[in-house]
């Protein structure tokens, strides 16, 4: 998608430091941490939400991501929140997981 902050992060249009990365998703921390560590999970497939997902083999790769990553940080305590609509806080309109940890 030629508009969307995730996808030009991924194509490297918009420089950015990936803390994981897989065949299905890549890891960055977020730009405005709300927690000691807030990561974010981001399927490498334009998907604008939970509601437009067709491939639920998306939703396991990305629960192996998230363990993998809090492995990785040696996060044991974390909340995960994935925002869906504009009118829920969704701002970016690229399906994503939060993780925060404190
Ligand atoms: P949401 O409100 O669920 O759509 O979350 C979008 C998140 O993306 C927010 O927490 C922003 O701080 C974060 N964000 C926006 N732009 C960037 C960026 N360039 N790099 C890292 N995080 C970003
Ligand atoms: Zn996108």
New binding site residues.
Partial sequence: MTDC?FCK?LNKE?P?KFVYEDDCCFA?????P?AKKHI?VIPKEHIESLNQITDFELVKNLFIAIRNITKQENITDFKTQI?TGKNA????MHL?I?ILAN
Avoid at 28 to 32: L, S, W
Avoid at 89 to 92: D, N, T
């Fill in positions: 902050i992060i918009i950015s960055i921390n977020d730009i405005n709300k974010l925002n806080g969704q701002e970016v994503h939060h």
